[in-house]
């Protein structure tokens, strides 16, 4: 059994991390990182791409509203199902 390592971008606002994010595309597109600095650059940008997504996920979740029906039911409503 593996033990999992606890989430190094943990702590990281989704600009922060987005913009981590931007400067590992950035020195990729660049095109003069040798060949292990080039795949540094793309596994931490893949982990922090997936760290991005868990955030928006969360942020989804939190903008779900409760809505009372008329027998003063709770029910979950998506945000998008307003408008």
Do not use: I, W
């Amino acid at each position: 059994m593996s033990m999992q390592k606890p989430n190094e971008f943990a702590g990281l606002t989704f600009e922060e991390a987005f913009e981590r994010l931007e400067q590992a595309v950035e020195a990729m597109d660049g095109g003069d990182l040798a060949l292990d600095e080039a795949l540094a650059h793309f596994e931490e940008g893949m982990k922090l791409a997936r760290y991005c997504e868990r955030l928006l996920e969360d942020a989804e979740l939190r903008v779900q509203q409760l809505l009372a029906d008329s027998a003063g039911s709770l029910t979950l409503a998506s945000f998008e199902s307003e408008g």
